[in-house]
């Protein structure tokens, strides 16, 4: 499976950006599907993630501001991020294959730049 992200930028606090992750070499309908982000220097950590079921997990830091979703007709998954704060920049990561416990996955995207001014 390869995996394209995009959609990363720069914007205002309170801002929004939508994430897409589009997949191609197998179906993300039935993956457990994510996204993870770093700061430079620190450990990548998982920010949401969607089940082959459709159940979510959000991050605390993250709760009430980002939605996951799934396209499964555009094999696309996306991460739509509302109110954004400074403390979300960081370089954003879709994944598949997911496992949320041990905070890794089997595939990722190349990582897409989120940059969120004061």
């Not at 929004?16 to 220097?41: D, E």
């Amino acid at each position: 499976v390869q995996l394209q992200a995009s959609g990363g930028g720069l914007v205002q606090a309170g801002g929004a950006l939508r994430l897409s992750c589009v997949a191609s070499g197998g179906s993300l309908s039935t993956r457990n599907m994510g996204w993870f982000r770093q700061i430079p220097g620190k450990e990548r950590n998982v920010v949401a993630s969607i089940g082959s079921h459709g159940d979510r997990y959000y991050a605390d830091s993250v709760k009430g501001r980002f939605t996951i979703s799934r396209d499964s007709v555009k094999n696309t998954v996306y991460l739509q991020m509302d109110n954004l704060k400074p403390e979300d920049t960081a370089v954003y990561y879709c994944a598949a294959d997911l496992r949320l416990v041990l905070n890794t996955a089997t595939y990722w995207g190349q990582g897409t730049l989120v940059t969120v001014s004061s």
